[in-house]
Every structure is written in C-alpha cells, then in structure tokens.
C-alpha cells in the first residue's frame, strides 16, 4: 500500500488513452465495483492503486457488510485491504464446507439444556446454574492470526435456580451485561465483572443474585426466551405469558399479554419501520407477529406467518437476515425454525397470502423453505450470516447435527455432526461471517471458517479422563478435530 503522504490531499485527475477523470468521479465508480475489479483497476498506475486502497476497499467493506462479534475488536485494527482478505478467505471456506471443528470444554458431568450469548468482549455458555465466560483476543494485524475465544472462568449462582434464558442487554460500554431468566419465574439483571489475573480458571467465581433488583414481569412458570433490541426486552414464559420491558425507564415494564398456549421462543425488532415481536408456540397458529406500538405490545396478530404443512404445529426458534444478505437488508424477514424439520424464510412486505382461509389477517406464505432430505428432525435453534452473508444454519433435535443452506443455492445443502457426536439436539446457535458457535447437553463448540486459526485460537483441552468418555479425535494439522459431514444431495 501506497502511503497517503505520497500524494497531495487535493483533487486530482488521471489520464489514460484519451480518458480524462477527476479522482472524486474515480472514487464514485468504485462503489459498484466488486473484488476483481477493484483489483484490476488498482493496477492501472500509483495513483489509481492509492484511491482504491484509500476508499475502494473501505467502499466494498460498507457495501458488503459481515457481522461478528468476535472479530469487531480485530477488524478496527485492520486495514481495510486485510478485511477484506480475511472476508474472501472465510467465503471461499464456506463455498467448499472447510473449517475447523473446535469442542471448547469437556462434556459436562451432566446433561443440560443450555443457550449461549455472544458480544464484542465475550461469550456466555448458562448451563444448569453456572455462566461459563470466554473472552476475546485482540489480532492487531492479520498476520498475527485470528483473534482467539478463550475461557475466562465462571459464574455460579448459590441458590442454584437454573437458568432458562440469558441476552446481553445495554449497559454503557460494558458489554458484560445480561438479563438471565430462571426456572421459577425471575427475571434479573446480572453485571459479570471481569475477573482478576490471580483467579485461577479452575476456580469458579462464585456470584450471589439479589432478588431486589427483578426485570420486567414476575411469572409463575419459567422464563422460556428473552430477546432484546434497543432499550426494549421481551420475555416469554412456557404457558404463553409475554412481558415488555423498557430498560431505559425507573417503571421497566410497557406491556403483558397472554398468548394462551404452549410457547418456546420469541425475538424482537425495534429497528424496523414497524416494530414487531414474534412468537414460536405449539398451537393452530405457530408462528405469528405482533406489532410493538410507543405505548404497548399489540394483543392481536399483526401476521400469522403459514407452515408449509398444516401437521406443522409448533415453531422453536426465531431469527433475523443478516444486513448484507442476498435478499436484501430488510428487517421484516424473519427465519424460523418448525417442529417438522423446516426452516422458512417469510418476508412480511410479500403479498403472498392463504387465500379461502377466514381469519383476520389472512397467514403469509413463506418465500423460502429449507430441509435435509435425509433428516426430519425438529429444528431447535437457527442463526444466519456466515459466507457472503448468505448461509442459514440450523441445530437440529438429534444427534448434534447443524444443517447448512445457502440461499444463492437452498438445494445444495449439507450437514455436519458437532465434535464429540453426542446424542444431543444443538440448543443454540450463533452464525457470524466466518465462525459459528453451538452448543449441545454436554459442552459448546465452534466451526472457524477463517484463516489464521491456531491450536491458541480456542481452549487447550488436555487429554480426557475415563470419567469424561470424551470421543475426540484431533486431525492431522493439530488444530480441528474430527466430524462427520454429509450433503444433502441425493445424487
């Protein structure tokens, strides 16, 4: 790269064959240039590489945006050249189904059922009573690979109520600030505080939670999902009790309704030009929108998202596109996962509609429907982003198996067991650019698609004891370990 001294800061033109071009109108071109252009134009002259190592790339990074948590510490780091390296890299990785398999612990002495959240600074496993903390490195440069996700230690919760949901929610600059839902029905804000150097990750941190600082809504039964956008939570309990909080206000709680029915996700979206909550259920109508207004929660449908089947009756988990997917940046698509193995993508601005069907509003038809045709397990949790902003993953209910579409091409599938192949559903997922994190009954585990991955990237797990039954098996390059992958093709 051309330093920026080299070239004085006013506008300059370049000359070429009769083309005469001032650099501002060069800099507009770049815009609606894609990887290989831009490469080939920067090859033109100094002057011309410059512009495109100065705005080109910045302008292809804003155009294409990847998601990741992990990552956003080191991207600020990195030049806008190495970004999008790393960017091409991992796609390349996801066209051809590479990565590393990492489990990040040994299975658990029990099974459990647990979910993980993610954040610029960490991750969190809640599992039983106990958050389990994974920090995340900084990679100053590409070149020094990519940043690690390492255990910090852990949080135990005395009176060992076990948590059913956890989600960061705003707390400054913190970002190690949760709202954790439990078995009895509390909901309560919980700061993580960093640990000290001298603590050893062997030793859990114990953390005492006070009952005199409660979010939201007090219900009777446990807390199944809480999603959070902006300043707004949304809770939901197992028999349908829903509670909108503003976290921003001394009086938190907007709104309660009761969806009357088995419930067992939700997600919410502040960001649209109608704010909207979703709820996944096992009734007549799984899926179905209700609209966020300044002063309450809607308590009539706004949307009944239709199954593809009408035997379809129970939705387990929602989620959104990504910014830069192939379908554009909306924010009233919503994914979700169903009890028959499907995963569907609704547009709710689509005028597709189940004509004949009475009822107000008439259920929207789905615009994509994904499935692996060799499995119709239920989909426990779904997530999106990953190569090129265009991949829907999906954990399914059996043998730890994520399945793995790509909306350019939703028939080309494929599958793959996470480490270990215990016989467990994947209760959670999280799909960033290159990376995504799950997690089983018995431990967490991630999939790296990028490069500069290292046996440092991710925790060291020493050999298993016989008590362990750990089934790992390393592959050759001492850095992922062994999976079992297949597609979904028949042919």
Same mark, same amino acid.
């Given at each position: 790269m051309i330093p920026s001294s080299s070239y004085p800061q006013k506008a300059m033109t370049v000359e070429a064959a009769g083309l005469i071009l001032p650099s501002d109108v060069l800099i507009i071109v770049m815009k609606n240039l894609g990887i290989e252009d831009l490469i080939n134009l920067s090859y033109t002259c100094k002057f011309v590489n410059f512009l495109v190592h100065e705005f080109g790339w910045s302008l292809y990074l804003k155009h294409n945006v990847r998601p990741s948590y992990t990552l956003q510490l080191a991207r600020r780091s990195w030049s806008f050249f190495d970004q999008v390296r790393y960017d091409v890299a991992s796609d390349r990785c996801w066209a051809q189904a590479k990565f590393n398999a990492r489990p990040l612990s040994h299975p658990w002495r029990s099974k459990l059922q647990p979910i993980i959240a993610l954040s610029a600074s960490v991750l969190l496993v809640a599992a039983g009573h106990t958050i389990y903390v994974y920090h995340i490195t900084d990679s100053p440069s590409l070149d020094d690979g990519a940043p690690g996700v390492l255990y910090e230690g852990s949080y135990s919760f005395t009176d060992r109520r076990e948590i059913t949901s956890i989600t960061f929610i705003p707390d400054g600059h913190s970002e190690r600030t949760v709202a954790v839902g439990f078995e009895d029905g509390h909901i309560h804000r919980v700061f993580l505080p960093p640990f000290?150097?001298?603590?050893?990750?062997?030793?859990?941190?114990?953390?005492?939670?006070? +009952? %005199? #600082?409660?979010?939201?809504?007090?219900?009777?039964? $446990?807390?199944?999902? @809480? /999603?959070?956008? *902006?300043?707004?939570?949304?809770?939901?309990?197992?028999?349908?009790?829903?509670?909108?909080?503003?976290?921003?206000?001394?009086?938190?709680?907007?709104?309660?309704?009761?969806?009357?029915?088995?419930?067992?996700?939700?997600?919410?979206?502040?960001?649209?030009?109608?704010?909207?909550?979703?709820?996944?259920?096992?009734?007549?109508?799984?899926?179905?929108?209700?609209?966020?207004?300044?002063?309450?929660?809607?308590?009539?449908?706004?949307?009944?998202?239709?199954?593809?089947?009408?035997?379809?009756?129970?939705?387990?988990?929602?989620?959104?596109?990504?910014?830069?997917?192939?379908?554009?940046?909306?924010?009233?698509?919503?994914?979700?996962?169903?009890?028959?193995?499907?995963?569907?993508?609704?547009?709710?601005?689509?005028?597709? +509609? %189940? #004509?004949?069907?009475?009822?107000?509003?008439?259920? $929207?038809?789905?615009? @994509? /429907?994904?499935? *692996?045709?060799?499995?119709?397990?239920?989909?426990?949790?779904?997530?999106?982003?990953?190569?090129?902003?265009?991949?829907?993953?999906?954990?399914?209910?059996?043998h730890s198996v994520v399945a793995f579409w790509d909306v350019r091409r939703p028939t080309e599938g494929w599958s793959v067991h996470a480490p270990g192949n215990d016989s467990s559903p994947v209760y959670s997922l999280i799909l960033e650019s290159s990376r995504v994190f799950g997690v089983t009954q018995s431990r967490p585990f991630v999939f790296d698609f990028g490069p500069g991955v290292t046996k440092e990237t991710y925790p060291f797990l020493p050999a298993s004891t016989r008590s362990q039954h750990d089934s790992l098996k390393l592959k050759k390059n001492n850095i992922g370990y062994c999976v079992t992958q297949y597609n979904h093709s028949r042919t």
């Open positions: 000290q150097q001298e603590q050893s990750n062997n030793k859990p941190l114990t953390l005492n939670i006070e +009952r %005199d #600082s409660p979010l939201g809504l007090r219900i009777m039964d $446990l807390v199944e999902s @809480l /999603t959070c956008s *902006d300043n707004m939570l949304l809770s939901l309990s197992s028999f349908g009790t829903v509670g909108l909080c503003n976290l921003s206000s001394d009086s938190p709680l907007v709104s309660a309704i009761n969806l009357d029915c088995r419930s067992w996700t939700s997600f919410i979206c502040m960001k649209s030009s109608t704010p909207f909550t979703a709820f996944g259920t096992t009734s007549p109508n799984p899926l179905v929108v209700h609209a966020v207004t300044p002063s309450a929660l809607s308590p009539t449908p706004l949307a009944i998202l239709h199954p593809t089947r009408e035997r379809s009756t129970a939705v387990y988990d929602i989620t959104d596109a990504p910014p830069s997917a192939p379908w554009g940046s909306s924010k009233q698509i919503v994914v979700s996962g169903w009890y028959d193995g499907a995963v569907q993508v609704h547009d709710m601005r689509s005028g597709r +509609r %189940d #004509s004949g069907v009475t009822g107000t509003p008439a259920p $929207l038809r789905p615009m @994509l /429907t994904f499935r *692996d045709p060799w499995s119709d397990e239920p989909i426990y949790s779904v997530s999106c982003g990953g190569g090129s902003s265009s991949f829907v993953a999906a954990g399914t209910a059996r």
